[in-house]
């Protein structure tokens, strides 16, 4: 018995030493790191790079991290050629800038950064597309790399991944092909220009750059003004437009608003019988009185310049804007309040069904004739 007292002692006895001596080498390096931090030796100059233990760590934390948090994300199609226009776009625009060219040498600006943007030509070579789409969405800590304008618009960033993803299949020179014969590229100058708008929403003699963009051409000055003006204010989220209306001043956005109304819109090319929207003009025409859904025509026929013209616009198009309310994404303003109402009130097969009706219409583009 006192043997296994005696034995229980020791082992208590070394135990408490074991913890003390602990605490002591955890009070050393928390002591030692204090010191280390607050004398200021490190350099954390960008002119000087991290010891290389520090940027393994580093790279291995922001994989792990990525990797972890692309799990789950469902990747959609994305082999759609303008989708990759799109994004082809929006990098020129929003990510030219710090990333330059791919495949061309970096502004030495920007490779003085640390770390240096990477040339996203070896984007898809590093991280899967599910990886990628985490990056752009969401951003990378403490590297200048930010998250979407409009983080809630996640539907924005696959363009982005869809176009990396070509560039890397088929070479840089897929940016370079994005150019129209003439057009200058000037990322990050700030510059609005018609011609910049014409590259996504096309114009009276240029076609869509793909169906997730809408078509602007004789919609009302004062709605276009309007959805400028909100995607300025932040009220009308889109990583897209967000940045591009941010740099518009009042004048600019009437100059704009004005030039497209006055124009007239391309027909638009469907393989779609009357039959096959049938249902779909009767949600438009009539609404779905069971379930509280007014007629869209009561309010999308022109009478009202504050509401588009919703005929000829691309199904894809319209399905993703009615997909945002019923989320309750574009719900921030009055007119969005009640689109969002309206939009959770349709199953996804009605939505499906007035879209697809509304890109069978012809144009009507005069703010008088409706469908």
């Not at 991290?65 to 469902?74: H, L, R």
């Not at 588009?308 to 989320?327: E, I, K, S, T, V």
Request: a negative charge; glycine letters at 10%; charged letters at 20%.
């Amino acid at each position: 018995m006192a043997e296994r007292e005696r034995d229980s002692s020791d082992r208590s006895g070394y135990l408490r030493r074991l913890g003390e001596a602990v605490l002591v080498v955890l009070g050393v390096l928390l002591l030692g790191g204090t010191l280390f931090i607050w004398s200021g030796v490190y350099n954390i100059g960008a002119s000087r790079d991290h010891f290389g233990i520090v940027t393994w760590l580093i790279a291995q934390l922001r994989d792990q991290s990525v990797n972890a948090s692309a799990q789950g994300v469902d990747v959609p199609d994305l082999s759609d050629p303008g989708l990759a226009m799109l994004g082809a776009e929006h990098y020129r625009s929003g990510c030219a800038a710090c990333h330059g060219v791919p495949g061309e040498p970096l502004n030495p600006v920007f490779t003085s950064m640390l770390p240096a943007p990477p040339d996203l030509y070896h984007a898809a070579s590093d991280y899967e597309a599910a990886e990628l789409f985490t990056i752009i969405h969401h951003g990378l800590k403490y590297t200048g790399m930010p998250a979407w304008p409009a983080i809630e618009r996640a539907d924005e960033v696959w363009p982005v991944v869809a176009f990396l993803l070509k560039v890397h299949r088929e070479g840089p020179q897929v940016y370079d092909a994005t150019l129209a014969e003439g057009q200058v590229d000037e990322p990050g100058t700030g510059r609005i220009a018609f011609e910049n708008c014409v590259r996504c929403h096309g114009d009276d003699e240029t076609d869509l750059i793909d169906d997730l963009v809408p078509r602007l051409e004789g919609q009302s000055a004062a709605y276009l003004a309007r959805a400028l003006t909100e995607y300025r204010d932040g009220t009308r989220p889109s990583g897209m437009m967000q940045p591009i209306a941010h740099e518009m001043s009042d004048d600019e956005i009437a100059e704009l608003a004005e030039y497209y109304a006055g124009l007239t819109a391309l027909a638009p090319a469907s393989d779609l019988q009357g039959e096959d929207v049938e249902a779909g003009r009767q949600i438009f025409m009539n609404g779905v009185p069971e379930t509280g859904v007014p007629a869209c025509a009561s309010c999308h026929m022109g009478a009202n310049p504050q509401f588009p013209l919703l005929a000829g616009q691309p199904a894809a198009y319209l399905m993703g804007q009615l997909q945002l309310w019923r989320n309750g994404i574009r719900a921030e303003t009055g007119y969005g309040a009640i689109m969002a109402t309206v939009a959770q009130r349709l199953t996804p097969e009605q939505a499906q069904a007035v879209s697809l009706y509304l890109s069978w219409l012809p144009l009507p583009r005069d703010g008088g004739d409706g469908p």
